[in-house]
Every structure is written in C-alpha cells, then in structure tokens.
C-alpha cells in the first residue's frame, strides 16, 4: 500500500511485553516516509506554501490490486505507536521504561573524563573561559505566550551559564506560577517581597532581589502568586505599562550599575505584564519547541512585538530564537527546527537545546542544570546558547542601556 502514502505496517508484532517495551526506541525509526504537512502557519508562510492550507491529500490511485487483503476503503489508521509508558502499565513495566528514558537519555553523553573537562568548563571556577561582556547592558525578554515551550528553563539557564561565564545577571521573574524563582533557588512563598511589589507599590527592586543559589553574580527578583492579581490591578494604575521599564532604570542607576544583563520570564500569555516587559527591554528572546503546536501563535507573538515597537518602545525587536526540547530521534523536530531556520533565518541560534530529563530534573533541586549536572548535554546545549548570545552581543549594535 506504499503508493497509497500509508505508513508500512509493522510485519511482526512483539510477542512479549519486554519486547514492546523496546519497541519504543525502533517507533521513530519506523516513521512513514511520506512527507509531513508544512509546519509553519499559515500567517508566517511565504511563497508557494502561502495559501495553502497544511493538509495531507493521499495520492491519487490508478489501480487497487485485487489481491490486497484490505480493501482501500476500509484502510485502518496507521497502526498507533506503543505508548513507552502507559498509565495502567504494571509497576515492572513502568520502572523498564523509567530505565530506558535515563539510558536515552545518556545515550549520547560523553564519556566520563571528558564530561569530567566539560563540567569544569561549565562552572569556570578559574574564570578562564568567561564569555565576551556587552559593552552596555542587555536587557532581554524571554516570551511566548504559548505555554512549557521552555521560556522559564532557557531563562533559568541561559543566566546561569552567563553568570557562571563572567557575567553579572538580574532574572526579573514575571510569572505569578514563580518557575523561575524556584529553579535559580530563591524564596518565593506568598507574602515573601516580590515583583508584585515593584508593580504595584513602586518598591525599589533592590528591596526585594534575592542571590540565587549558588551561583555568584546572579540575582533574582521573584514573582509569588501574589502576582497573579497584578495584571488587573495594572489596568488602572498611572503608566501602567511601563512600570518595569522605572524600575529596571532605577535599579540601574544605583545598585544596579554593574549589571551586564538583565533577562525576564514572561508569563504564557500577552497581557500586561508581557507588555512591561517588552517595553523595558530592547530584545525579544524566543524560545520555540520543536513540536507542531508550539509554532502556532507565532504570528500573533510577533504581531505584538512590532504594536509594543510601534506605541511603546522603538528600540524592541526579535533579536534571538533558541530551538528548545529537540529530540533527535524524530524528523518532526528536524522539519520543525528547519522551516523556522529557513523563516527567521541569523535570529535562530545554531546550536539546539536536546530534549533532556537531566533539564527536567534539575529545577526540583532548586537549581539551573548547568550547576546540577554541568557535564550533561543539556548544560553544555545551554552554555553554549548563552556563548552565541555573548559572543553575538559583543559585536551588535542590539544593546539596551
Ligand atoms: N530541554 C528540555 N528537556 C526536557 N524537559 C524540558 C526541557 N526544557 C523544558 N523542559 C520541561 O518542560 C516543562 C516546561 O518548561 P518551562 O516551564 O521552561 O516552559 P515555560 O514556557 O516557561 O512554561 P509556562 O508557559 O508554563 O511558563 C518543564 O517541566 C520543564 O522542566
Ligand atoms: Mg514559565
């Protein structure tokens, strides 16, 4: 049925559970050779793609062959992949396949004495491979409304990497979910001074910036759930969209002064406070899943950018995309990562951030997993994210004051 662009059915099925289990990892293997339907939506395409609309039309079919088994009408759906881990599985099947992720996941890490050499890399502890500093401070929004397409990790690791890479780094968390005051180690239990404070009441943000956790040179402004009030309460207060804008200016005036970047969580949303802080920062930073949905709203993202840049802030652009949670084992993420390449072009850093459990883990220990696991291929995929945006800003003219 190949010429009908089904997917070939798998020829034996596994005769035992052990056997389905490892089924799993040949599933991306198997993967129809039929072309996916264009990923970019429809407002973002250019060109032939423009119109049409990303629907997969089978081709056409001269002749059936009498002898096929099936006939084309009553053609099944492709065969569904096995689910890794199923909710009812049997505690032994789930544990083989908790074994299976950590060995995926491994798979492709170095071995041991160079992670041993990567990991110093990482933490630099003799300053030797600090990254380019900006020659003026860059102040970066970290948005997509789209939700856990990894703002809040890219943001928790792309500071530390530059903290750690001789930066000085204020994280402004901007999320009243507070991600990313747990992940840098930071108290953020309601009624603790927060963000919520410096919107509203005007404090001083070196009222309530907290060190991370060890990490030096980095700071955090938390969010508590007090924040979650703060977007209607914003509605009616005097310059309400450029509360963070004063406060960030403030700051940077005083204790602030030395202060080489300053990045911002923004919530999955783009409310008001998406807009502060698009309108105190000049950079847009971009993180894009590699998955099908996580392109949608794109469109609506950068319509919102280019309004802010219009009314509110000449200076704010796109200056940065990071391809986040790639998984290498599917051409999905491939095709993804490629439209958007081809789109957005210079903006997309080349490197790419894997899909990793070590990432996942790491904000459960209050920390970034450039400190938890320095030598592991997420941390190194982060450092050397940050890297690029260093080494990017040192000869741009994208810079903020
Ligand atoms: N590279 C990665 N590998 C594995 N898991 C990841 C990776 N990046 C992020 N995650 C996980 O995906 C989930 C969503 O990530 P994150 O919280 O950073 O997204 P977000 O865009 O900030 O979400 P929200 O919109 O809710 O603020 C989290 O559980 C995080 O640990
Ligand atoms: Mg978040």
Known sequence: MAGLGWPPRREERAADSAAAADAADAVTEQEPAAELPAVLPPELRTGDAAPVAPVVVPAAVDRVDIADPVPVMTQPDPEPEPDPDPPHAAPADRLRAALREEEDDGAEDLPISVQAQAAVRALNPSGRHDFPRPTTRRVITVANQKGGVGKTTTTVNLAAALALHGAKVLVIDLDPQGNCSTGLGVEHRSGTPNVYDVLIDEAPIAEVVQPADGVPNLWCVPATIDLAGAEIELVSVVARESRLKNAIEAHCEGPGADLDYVLVDCPPSLGLLTVNAMVATSEVLIPIQCEYYALEGLGQLLKNVELVRQHLNRGLHVST?????????????????????????????????????????????????????????????????????????????????
């Open 321 to 401: 995309i990071l391809l986040t949670m790639y998984d290498a084992r599917t051409r999905l993420a491939d095709q993804v990562a490629q439209e958007v390449r081809n789109h957005f072009g210079e903006t997309v850093l080349s490197g790419t951030i894997p899909r990793s459990v070590r990432v996942s883990e790491a904000p459960g220990y209050g920390q970034s997993v450039v400190t938890y696991d320095p030598g592991s291929r997420g941390s190194l995929a982060y450092i050397e994210a940050a890297r690029e945006i260093a080494v990017r800003g040192s000869d741009s003219e994208v810079r903020s004051s």
